[in-house]
C-alpha cells in the first residue's frame, strides 16, 4: 500500500512540474518566469529524489 502511495505522489509532483513547466515557457514577464522557477524548483527535486 506504502509503494501505490509513493507512485501516486511522485505522479502528483510530475503533473504539477508539467503544469508549472509549461507556464514558465509561455510566459513572456521574467518576474513571472523567475517565481514560476522558484516554485518549480522543489518539485523538479522530488521527482528526481533529490530532496
Known sequence: MASV??????ALCVYIAAFLA???ARTR??????LQLVV????????????
Open 40 to 51: 518549480l524548483l522543489p518539485f523538479v527535486l522530488r521527482v528526481l529524489r533529490l530532496k
Open 5 to 10: 502511495i509513493t507512485l501516486l505522489y511522485y
Open 22 to 24: 509549461l507556464g514558465f
Open 29 to 34: 514577464d521574467w518576474q513571472k518566469a523567475a
